[in-house]
């Protein structure tokens, strides 16, 4: 059973920083696009960052883009998401997931920026 496992959120102040993690289990990712996604309360479900096989990035939001990095560990695994100048309006439960078409909901990991 296919399973990706987010972790590495947290309660952090504007401006602070988290580095999320995605753990794959039964899957190779290094044979997927990989994305990070997030859903704020009363909203949809939003791409934030993507990763090709080869290991270069994409992303769509501007505001994203200058702030937050994705990154893969083949050998390991992973998947990451360095998060930096955080603000308010990051905060949202983040997901990992293949992209462009999501396979694999996992329950995601809390990211909260508040005073």
């Known amino acids: 059973q296919v399973q990706l496992v987010e972790s590495g959120g947290g309660l952090v102040q504007p401006g602070g920083s988290l580095r999320l993690s995605c753990a794959a289990s039964?899957?190779?990712?290094?044979?997927?696009?990989m994305g990070w996604y997030r859903q704020a309360p009363g909203k949809e479900r939003e791409f934030v960052a993507g990763?090709?096989?080869?290991?270069?990035?994409?992303y769509t939001d501007s505001s994203v883009a200058g702030r937050f990095t994705i990154s893969r560990d083949n050998v390991k695994n992973m998947v990451y998401l360095q998060m930096n100048s955080l603000k308010p309006e990051d905060t949202a439960v983040y997901y990992c997931?293949?992209?462009?078409?999501?396979?694999?909901w996992g329950q995601g990991t809390q990211v909260t920026v508040s005073s």
């Open positions: 039964r899957i190779s990712i290094s044979a997927y696009v």
């Open positions: 997931n293949t992209d462009p078409i999501q396979l694999y």
């Open positions: 990763i090709y096989r080869t290991g270069t990035a994409y």
